[in-house]
């Protein structure tokens, strides 16, 4: 009895460390993380009525909850003002919502590890006019996996994520997650500007 419950625990133990990452190089797409945030800048996320349902409740309080983005793909973009990599491709995912947000996509930047008004400052310097939120422990990005930033999660519309960008996102990079998210097919994980089929 004692060798069966410990076994129990082991498998059980061996799931609860199986991280996104690891599903994902399975050709599994796993749940996405919940969390609750609150809102850095509202932004826009566009005007279907999903989208302004989201516009409305979950940015109207001023806290962001990753349920009230099930029914939309949505591209979630961890990064912050210092990183370099980050200023890269904020023009990039700028062009991006501008081009697959009217096609449905929700675009959201997680900003971490950052100043509240260095982050501000971020945001009006690029222009970005996608919602940003803001973790301020960095328990999100340990609940995904995240090791660094920028890092970039694709999730389709039921909430699953079907791929994973390391590094800054390129255009290419950007389209080819974007396409994951909107069919729920999985991509995997990729490197930032090096996409391998």
């Not at 004692?2 to 796993?30: H, M, N």
């Not at 099930?70 to 210092?82: D, E, Q, T």
């Not at 980050?86 to 900003?111: I, K």
Request: proline share 6%; with cysteine.
């Amino acid at each position: 009895m004692a060798f069966i419950a410990l076994l129990a625990y082991g498998l059980t133990a061996t799931e609860a460390e199986t991280t996104v990452d690891d599903s994902l190089a399975q050709g599994i797409a796993p749940e996405a993380p919940m969390f609750s945030l609150p809102v850095l800048t509202s932004g826009s996320v566009g005007r279907d009525a999903h989208r302004t349902e989201i516009q409305r409740e979950a940015l109207g309080d001023g806290q962001l909850e990753s349920s009230e983005l099930r029914g939309a793909p949505y591209v979630l973009n961890f990064w912050a003002s210092w990183c370099d990599p980050c200023r890269t491709e904020a023009p990039v995912l700028e062009q991006g919502w501008s081009r697959f947000g009217p096609q449905g996509v929700v675009f959201v930047g997680l900003n971490m590890q950052d100043l509240s008004d260095d982050a501000k400052a971020f945001v009006s310097e690029y222009e970005i006019r996608f919602p940003t939120i803001r973790d301020p422990s960095s328990a999100v990005a340990d609940d995904f996996g995240a090791v660094g930033i920028p890092e970039t999660y694709f999730v389709d519309k039921r909430g699953r994520v079907t791929a994973h960008t390391i590094g800054a996102l390129t255009p290419r990079d950007l389209a080819a997650g974007v396409h994951s998210a909107r069919t729920g097919k999985v991509l995997g994980v990729e490197r930032g500007g090096a996409i391998r089929r």
